[in-house]
């Protein structure tokens, strides 16, 4: 996981074959005036793969119980690719 900077929280979601640091000229850009919160889907980067199968509704919830630990109650929320539909499965699942 990448978090770096102060300010309004920003979630970076990467696509599902791609680590956090796909995410590296943005964390670079918006750390200046942003908290940049980037990190590893389930089976990407440093996160083993799962037995079980995944969905994107998990994939999700994981987005949104890294925010809570992280005690971020409200973020803006970017993805790209695979990441762009867990952003807005979270969006649906965790308003």
Not at 9 to 33: H, K, N, R, T, Y
Not at 40 to 51: A, E, F, K, V, Y
Request: aromatic letters at 4%; charged letters at 20%; glycine letters at 12%.
């Amino acid at each position: 996981m990448e978090n770096r900077g102060q300010g309004p929280d920003v979630l970076l979601i990467a696509g599902l074959s791609d680590p956090a640091e796909a995410w590296q000229a943005q964390l670079d850009g918006l750390s200046d005036g942003y908290r940049v919160i980037a990190y590893d889907n389930r089976g990407t980067g440093r996160t083993p793969l799962p037995p079980e199968p995944m969905s994107v509704a998990m994939m999700a919830d994981d987005a949104a119980a890294l925010l809570g630990a992280l005690q971020v109650e409200k973020a803006h929320v970017a993805g790209f690719s695979g990441g762009s539909a867990i952003a807005q499965e979270l969006a649906l699942r965790h308003p």
